[in-house]
Nanobody
Framework: QVQLVESGGGLVQAGGSLRLSCKAT????????TGWFRQAIGKEREFVAT????????AYADSAKGRFTISRDNALNTIYLQMNSLSPEDTAVYYC???????????WGQGTQVTVSS
């Protein structure tokens, strides 16, 4: 069973930065494609960014391009989301996601709240 634990959320003023972390408990985490999603109140969960197993391939939602950076450290079983130039529209619960390369099952963390004040 894969467990994902996010941390790093909080309250920040517009224009500020936050760095989210997601630590996985699975030994083979380095083989997983991983990513970040977010869900604002009253809205559906949406894609933010993804990174492949090696960390050499990334993709971002248009809303995240140029402001957010996804990265991973396979030695620590951890992925990160560096968020800069935050705006109130970024306020949401941010979820870590990991996709098994064998079963294609998606695993989710419990989420971490990010609140950006104007």
């Amino acid at each position: 069973q894969v467990q994902l634990v996010e941390s790093g959320g909080g309250l920040v003023q517009a224009g500020g930065s936050l760095r989210l972390s997601c630590k996985a408990t699975v030994r083979t985490f380095s083989r997983y494609t991983t990513g970040w999603f977010r869900q604002a109140i009253g809205k559906e969960r949406e894609f933010v960014a993804t990174i492949n197993w090696s960390g050499k391939s990334t993709a971002y939602a248009d809303s995240a391009k140029g402001r957010f950076t996804i990265s991973r450290d396979n030695a620590l079983n951890t992925i990160y989301l560096q968020m800069n130039s935050l705006s109130p529209e970024d306020t949401a619960v941010y979820y870590c996601n990991a996709n098994s390369p064998i079963t294609r099952v998606n695993y989710w963390g419990q989420g971490t709240q990010v609140t950006v004040s104007s």
